[in-house]
């Protein structure tokens, strides 16, 4: 089973410590969760408030205390300090920018990371912080959705011109040869698994669902995804509650790839011992899931 690591309220230079100890640890990813900006003394609830999902982060999701990154750059960073980590977004947030300047920056990240980069994307839930940027709230689905449809012409390397509700273009070309960058998309409610299940390469599940929940999810896609036809490889991914929650049931339901809150395995390098500390921690915790560090499997 591969194990990631969910993050979220972190430094961009303290992702990049993380991410060079998680690949020494054996960890298989580090997915990067993010907000543009911080209202302050917003009153939007996230979509997971009050189920099951809605685990690790009991307060508000962000605060003035949450320290936010670009989490496009940040990846750049990491993937210039590793060599076989997978790097991915969980999740971006797709209707906050034009979808020709995410397709641009993902073909970027994607060459630099030599193809080890996934977009995770969501619609968005924090009106308040569209409202900042200028993007109205009730469009954000619609917007999601057309994005999609660019990004996907985007990355096949040839000229194509668009004619939408919310963009329209000329021909246009964002790359002379097609760009690899599996997409993968958030989101727990049924229009979410349909939207997943039909035009997705993967699906992450949106905070923390329980076991029972999280299996449940998984098998809603899995009929979905059997009415419309598709039986690719399709990619879930679950975050676990707690690092010592037994990975057997997991694989057991039929999930490859579980993700560990970043927050509970790894100190921080400001913590006592500095970085070298931190990254001993976090290699105590891979030896306890089970993972093999890339030099001892070589």
């Given at each position: 089973m591969r194990v990631g690591l969910s993050c979220y309220d972190i430094s961009a230079s303290e992702l990049v410590a993380l991410g060079v100890a998680a690949e020494a640890a054996g960890f298989d990813s580090v997915w990067l969760g993010e907000h543009v900006v911080?209202?302050?003394?917003?009153?939007?609830?996230?979509?997971?408030?009050?189920?099951?999902?809605?685990?690790?982060?009991?307060?508000?999701?962000?605060?003035?205390?949450?320290?936010?990154?670009?989490?496009?750059?940040?990846?750049?960073?990491?993937?210039?300090?590793?060599s076989s980590l997978r790097l991915a977004t969980g999740i971006y947030l797709l209707p906050l920018r034009p979808p020709l300047v995410t397709a641009r920056m993902t073909a970027t990240l994607a060459d630099v990371s030599g193809g080890r980069f996934m977009l995770g994307v969501g619609s968005g839930w924090l009106e308040e912080e569209f409202a900042a940027v200028g993007v109205p709230f009730d469009e954000r689905r619609a917007r999601y959705e057309e994005s999609i449809a660019i990004l996907r012409q985007a990355w096949s390397g040839k000229p194509f011109a668009h004619d939408g509700t919310y963009w329209r273009f000329g021909r246009v070309q964002v790359s002379t040869s097609p760009v690899e960058v599996p997409l993968v998309l958030g989101g727990n409610t049924e229009a979410a698994l349909r939207r997943a299940a039909a035009v997705a390469d993967g699906w992450f599940a949106s905070g923390t669902p329980s076991f029972e929940d999280a299996a449940v999810l998984r098998r809603r896609l899995l009929e979905l995804r059997d009415e419309l036809g598709r039986h690719e490889p399709f990619p879930m991914h679950v975050r676990v509650a707690s690092p010592d929650v037994p990975l057997d049931a997991y694989e057991g339901a039929g999930f490859a790839s579980v993700l560990v809150w970043a927050d509970q395995v790894w100190p921080g390098s400001s913590s006592p011992g500095g970085a070298a500390a931190a990254a001993a921690t976090l290699a105590e915790a891979g030896s306890r899931l089970g993972l093999t560090p890339p030099e001892v499997s070589s």
């Open positions: 911080l209202p302050v003394g917003y009153g939007s609830e996230h979509p997971t408030t009050g189920d099951t999902a809605h685990q690790h982060h009991t307060g508000p999701i962000v605060d003035p205390s949450t320290t936010l990154v670009d989490p496009l750059v940040a990846l750049s960073a990491v993937a210039a300090a590793t």
